[in-house]
């Protein structure tokens, strides 16, 4: 997993671990799975919230994982407060590999064109229908006439 998806899932955790105390859980503890090509690697278990990050950057580090599945319980109840499970392929990794040195479109991009495009489309159909609308009309006002 490259750094930027280890952070991301830090990055969404962490947001999550703010929002436990106005929850009403003061005593709480996660669970963090890793995985790779379908494999269970290592897990943390039950440790406390204040140790996430370094905790889950250190086993990202050992372990490669391509999969990470993150729960938080409240110790107290023993409930289960919060779970993700982040994915990626490698898929994922190589696009950029194999497109070196170029930066094409991004999806916002391309979204952007093709909603052009659909548009675009739409008004040339709707143009042809309000021509054809205006023709028979014509026609029609002329034999009234």
């Known amino acids: 997993m490259s750094k930027k998806k280890i952070y991301h899932v830090i990055q969404v955790s962490q947001k999550m671990i703010q929002t436990f105390p106005k929850q009403g859980h003061s005593n709480v503890v996660f669970n963090a799975v890793f995985y790779r090509n379908g494999k269970k690697l290592n897990s943390i278990d039950q440790a406390d919230v204040a140790n996430f990050s370094h905790l889950v950057r250190s086993y990202d580090k050992s372990e490669n994982p391509d999969k990470v599945k993150v729960e938080f319980k409240d110790q107290d109840s023993g409930s289960l407060i919060w779970a993700k ?17 170029y930066s094409g479109l991004g999806e916002a991009e391309v979204n952007d064109l093709v909603q052009r495009k659909f548009s675009e489309m739409e008004r040339s159909k709707e143009l042809e229908r309000m021509s054809s609308e205006l023709q028979r009309l014509q026609t029609e006002n002329e034999e009234l006439e």
């Not at 499970?85 to 040195?101: A, K, M, N, Q, Y």
């Open 85 to 101: 499970t982040f994915e990626w392929t490698d898929v994922d990794d190589e696009i950029p590999r194999s497109l070196s040195g």
